[in-house]
């Protein structure tokens, strides 16, 4: 599997506090890596460190082999990260499927076809509405963002993040208040994404955390403090102090 | 932003069409008022591409406004007779062009209130560029010979009769323009892209756009057609003041975009036609026009939050 995401040693402080320091991490193709950890352990910046929110004070990050630090968040999306967002994120008023559509045309659309008609772009809306089928959004394309539920309103997070065709995908605790059954879904198409792209995973939901993920990061104050693959992990020492009332 | 139906579009064809005719039936005072209208109506339709079109609201959008007049006074000035208005308007939209391109770049690093306040500051700047200095004529403007309407020897000889219901033909013509252009525009996949940062920039960020880039075209093109704005001024009323840079006239602007309904392309038109009318009625009848202006602007913001646009969804509902 070929790597994708490949983050060196990354470091932001906030005044005193170190957010994330020294934090490598490794994504490939094909590969649902994981991050898990108590509330302000870093992950959210770590997350904004990858995507361009934020600039990282130390460390690389490279796409592909391409040196990308510093760029930021719309250069990233262009060089292939899509990311989702802990709190919905969206374009309110507009169509579910505008919210996709323009997504995709960031990335689709060349700058001297701007001045097209928009009605006229089959590209941005073909990108648009396979995503839309991939999420299993397409049934509400024409609503008003602002009227979805909060489950279809997750989902939308991700078509966003999707539609800019990325290499990588960012997805910040996309689970984030789901019942039960909405769970199992979404855990079933986060298995299908990392199919064909390098995802990183974000989430406070262990169960799905431990069913979906095939590399495990624990981070705490900050930083790394247990790497591997989820058997071993579940039953580390450090995850059953960060976890006392998950039960493997 | 919605923009108009077919059907809607038809409707300000047949006005349009009525007000074309307005100079063979109207006396010169309602001709000259509907000019005066119309100039207004193209100010407020460039700050609608802000403010609606971007979600971006500027309080220095007048600067372009004056630039536009001034430009006329300085090229009548640098050729010392009255120039062809084909050099004039590409004059006034390119000075007013590359002054937004420069205030744009400065401007546009900050958000929000932020934003408001230097755009307050750069328009202000540019005001007293032509305040009380010899660039400006002086604080209190000056006559300006109207350009003439031909190319070399081909002008258009207009006899004083006939000149209130030319310029409201000319005015009505770019107005058109302005319009059915900023309509287009606003069907392009650009126009889609201000319409996403005006509905979440950061997320159209995220997701890859180039959001101060297309922020900075809009806000040129915007400040570019203010100064034809300017330029239709300052050839209707054949006087430029430095008031016209003013920041009072950028509110003004700004209450004709609230009084017609930042939700629709054409609301600025009906927001400009109501101010502009309700400027002169007040004026006229109780000699404190700012004042009856304020109570009707807070009336209509208290009753109507859509604008006078508003009114159409509601008598169908």
């Not at chain 2, 006559?143 to 000889?157: A, D, K, T, W, Y």
């Not at chain 2, 009906?270 to 404190?288: I, P, V, Y």
């Amino acid at each position: 599997m070929t790597l994708v995401l490949d983050a060196e040693r990354l470091s932001r402080r906030f005044g005193d506090l170190r957010a994330v320091s020294d934090v490598s991490l490794q994504v490939r193709r094909g590969e649902l890596h994981a991050v898990i950890g108590p509330n302000g352990a870093g992950k959210s910046t770590l997350v904004n460190l990858l995507s361009g929110e934020l600039a990282p004070d130390s460390g690389r990050i490279r796409i592909d082999g391409t040196d990308v630090t510093g760029w930021p968040n719309w250069r990233l999306a262009r060089a292939g990260i899509g990311r989702s967002f802990q709190r919905s994120n969206v374009m309110e008023a507009m169509t579910v499927l505008e919210n996709v559509r323009l997504a995709a045309q960031a990335v689709l659309v060349p700058r001297r076809h701007l001045l097209r008609p928009a009605a006229d772009d089959p590209v941005s809306l073909h990108a648009a509405i396979m995503v839309l089928l991939r999420v299993g959004l397409a049934d509400v394309a024409g609503r008003i963002a602002a009227t979805l539920s909060h489950g279809e309103l997750r989902l939308l997070e991700i078509a966003i993040a999707l539609a800019v065709q990325p290499r990588v995908l960012l997805l910040d605790e996309p689970l984030a208040g789901m019942g039960p059954e909405e769970s199992q879904r979404l855990a079933r198409l986060l298995h299908e994404l990392a199919r064909d792209h390098a995802v990183l995973l974000i989430e406070q939901n262990i169960d799905v955390v431990f069913a979906v993920a095939d590399t495990l990061t624990v981070m705490l104050d900050g930083r790394v403090l247990e790497r591997g693959p989820p058997a071993r992990i579940r039953n580390s020492a450090a995850v059953r102090e960060a976890y006392p009332d998950h039960d493997p | 932003m919605s923009l108009g139906s077919p059907r809607l579009h038809f409707l300000f064809f047949l006005l349009a069409v009525l007000l074309a005719c307005a100079p063979l039936f109207a006396p010169p005072y309602w001709l000259e008022l509907a000019s005066t209208a119309l100039v207004a109506a193209m100010f407020a339709l460039s700050l609608q591409l802000l403010v609606g079109g971007a979600g971006l609201v500027s309080l220095g959008h007048a600067a372009f406004f004056g630039l536009g007049a001034y430009a006329v006074h300085l090229t009548t000035q640098l050729l010392g007779a009255p120039p062809s208005i084909f050099l004039t308007l590409p004059a006034a939209a390119a000075l007013a062009g590359v002054a937004a391109l420069a205030v744009g770049a400065l401007a546009l690093r900050t958000r929000g209130f932020f934003f408001l306040m230097s755009t307050l500051a750069f328009g202000q700047i540019l005001f007293f560029l032509f305040h009380d200095t010899s660039l400006g004529g002086g604080t209190d403007g000056v006559f300006i010979p109207r350009p003439e309407f031909g190319v070399g020897s081909l002008v258009l000889q207009v006899s004083r009769a006939d000149r209130p219901g030319m310029l409201l033909l000319l005015n009505l013509g770019v107005l058109v323009l302005m319009y059915a252009g900023l309509d287009a525009l606003m069907r392009t996949l650009f126009g889609r892209a201000l319409q996403g940062i005006k509905a979440n920039e950061h997320r159209m960020a995220a997701a890859g756009h180039n959001v101060g880039a297309l922020k900075r075209a809009a806000f040129v093109l915007a400040g570019t057609l203010a100064g034809i704005a300017g330029h239709m001024a300052a050839v209707t009323d054949a006087f430029v003041t430095p008031d016209l840079l003013g920041w009072h006239r950028s509110a003004d602007a700004l209450l004709m975009v609230l009084l017609g309904g930042i939700g629709t392309l054409y609301g600025p038109i009906l927001g400009a036609f109501a101010f502009t009318g309700l400027a002169e009625a007040s004026q006229s009848m109780t000699g404190r026009p700012g004042l009856v202006e304020g109570l009707v602007v807070l009336a209509v913001v208290l009753a109507l939050p859509r604008g006078l646009a508003g009114l159409r969804g509601r008598a169908a509902r």
